[in-house]
């Protein structure tokens, strides 16, 4: 299991980083736009501090565009993943990109059909939303199922799955428990899975009986 920070905010990743908890960063331009840098500042940024991938997203939507953008940001660093919005010329750019050796992730997947093209066309990781699924009332843990489950059935497939849109720990949990690869978690998110009010009751109560130490 990997866990990625879904951030562009740096105090937020080092956050993360200081309890193990980065083994990538995945952004996407509203996380860009929120740090008031430009795109290829905010990436160099995080490139600076993560020893993982860092996932940064293109806006072009035709393949030469996508392709050009894609470029420009695999030369800030090789950790760099291009990230590409799910459309069709961004599945001719994954190939493109399979061919040279640059790692991909198809991007704003809503379908188990979508996850199966760009899976297909080369991409290493896809991105399937469950936020965004369950606030317009459909479980976004059932795309997940479903492309786990195609995934497993075809072995010849690498492309690693990477669940984004996490809005909750039972996100995070109900994917692991269907054995998607990535979790990629706002900062909000990790703090909460930390929380449970049993513990913090236990642990007030232990200190009260401490003092009752001879
Ligand atoms: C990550 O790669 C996605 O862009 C991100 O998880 C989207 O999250 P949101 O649906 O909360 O904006």
Redesign the pocket.
């Known amino acids: 299991m990997k866990i990625y920070v ?1 951030s562009a905010d740096i105090s937020e990743i080092e956050a993360a980083q200081a309890l193990g908890l980065c083994d990538g960063v ?1 952004t ?1 331009p ?2 860009i736009a929120k740090t008031g840098k430009s795109m290829t500042q905010a990436i160099k940024d995080i490139c600076a501090i993560v020893e993982g991938p860092v ?1 940064a997203e293109v806006l072009s939507l035709d393949k030469e565009g996508i392709i050009k953008e894609g470029m420009e940001l695999a030369k800030v660093s090789d950790s760099i993943v291009v ?1 590409i919005p799910m459309c069709h010329d961004g599945l001719k750019a994954v190939r493109h990109f399979y061919d040279e050796g640059i790692p991909t992730n198809v ?1 704003l997947i809503f379908s188990a059909s979508q996850a199966i093209l760009a899976a297909k066309a080369g991409a290493s990781n896809v ?1 399937p ?1 469950v ?2 699924l369950d606030d317009i009332s459909v479980a976004g843990s059932d795309l997940i199922e479903d492309i786990v489950t195609i995934f497993d059935n075809y072995p010849e497939i690498e492309t690693q799955i ?1 669940v ?4 909750s720990p039972m996100h995070v949990v109900d994917s692991a428990l269907l054995g998607a690869d990535i979790f ?1 978690i ?1 900062g909000k998110v990790l703090t909460q899975m930390e929380k449970h009010p049993l513990t913090d009751i236990g642990i007030a109560k232990f200190l009260e009986d401490a003092k009752k130490f001879t």
């Open positions: 879904d995945t996407n509203t996380l996932h990230k991007t991105c939303f936020g965004r990477i984004a849109s996490v809005r990629t706002p």
